[in-house]
């Protein structure tokens, strides 16, 4: 395996085949690594030893890596002997250390170094003037870092993002969401700050520990769209990947998100409204959302925040 350590692949790691760059997407990477193409030659602004690279849209990384494409799952499988680099963010953050990463990594102090990483486009040495900081923190830590946004934001040490910076989230996540619930779901998550004037995301991973929760990762049985409401039962695993939410429903046992816009969306004892694919997996069903990047015809709601924020008009005119 070509990597600086022995450690096994994981969810917001990159693998390098040639000069195709992939983002993991999965935990269960034993035969052949779950992926997603991101950038490729071609003009996008971004250079790397004298080659221009583009950020791909979801059918532009299915043209431009199609012999690595599984269209039952949906996803990029590349063969370990396929892989040229790994780049790990716990490994690699040294090496993304410039100003912005180190505003970052000290508001997050006390929480251990190697616990932390920096993903997308800074951990490959693709960075475009408009990156943001993808920011890792893993296992149980992140719920640490989550818990320091809450309180930053409240002391004011921290700035929520700012209308235009919610705009700008809103029109790249593409949701059938309306603006006013996506904006509801999205500030009570803590996972979107300011520090000085330097945005940042914090995502979560799981620590090599938990590597092999019971969580579906695998594509099921197709059976069709379909809108479930049902109340959640358990959040511990709804930032995780993909998003848990098992529900209270005669049939469904979960609803699975494969999209982050979706992560941390439902607590528990919430009504949830979800939109999206059915899929029998190991003889149980679940409501998948997100089987695409881009989000644009399923979504997943807490109808209980949605009255209470009174947001009545939550999905867009295009949607219906």
């Not at 071609?42 to 990384?61: I, T």
């Not at 251990?112 to 040495?125: F, Y």
């Amino acid at each position: 395996m070509p990597s600086s350590s022995a450690k096994p692949i994981r969810l917001r790691d990159f693998v390098r085949v040639g000069d195709l760059y992939f983002s993991v997407v999965g935990y269960r990477n034993e035969k052949r690594v779950r992926c997603f193409l991101r950038y490729a030659p071609g003009k996008g602004g971004r250079f790397k030893d004298g080659k221009e690279y583009r950020k791909l849209s979801h059918a532009e990384a299915i043209e431009a890596g199609r012999e690595f494409f599984s269209p039952s799952e949906g996803i990029f499988r590349v063969d370990y002997s396929r892989i040229d680099e790994v780049f790990k963010p716990e490994e690699r953050l040294m090496d993304v250390m410039d100003a912005e990463v180190e505003k970052v990594v000290s508001f997050f102090s006390g929480i251990p170094e190697n616990q932390m990483g920096v993903t997308g486009s800074r951990l490959i040495g693709l960075k475009s003037n408009e990156s943001d900081v993808d920011f890792i923190i893993y296992g149980k830590y992140w719920f640490e870092g989550r818990e320091k946004i809450k309180k930053g934001i409240e002391r004011k040490k921290l700035l929520e993002p700012d209308s235009d910076t919610w705009e700008f989230i809103y029109r790249k996540r593409k949701p059938p969401l309306s603006y006013d619930a996506f904006i509801a779901h999205e500030r009570r998550k803590y996972h979107r700050a300011f520090i000085g004037n330097t945005y940042f995301d914090l995502l979560y991973v799981r620590g090599y520990g938990e590597l092999d929760k019971p969580i579906p990762e695998k594509t099921g049985e197709k059976l069709g769209k379909m809108k479930v409401i049902a109340e959640v039962t358990d959040d511990t695993s709804i930032f995780d990947y993909p998003a848990y939410y098992p529900i209270d429903h005669e049939k469904i046992k979960a609803v699975l998100s494969y999209t982050h816009t979706y992560a941390g969306q439902v607590f528990k004892g919430e009504v949830a409204e979800a939109y999206g694919v059915l899929e029998e997996i190991n003889g149980d069903y679940y409501l998948i959302v997100g089987t695409t990047r881009e989000t644009d015809d399923e979504y997943l709601v807490s109808k209980t925040l949605l009255e209470r924020a009174g947001v009545k008009e939550y999905l867009n005119q295009n949607f219906y």
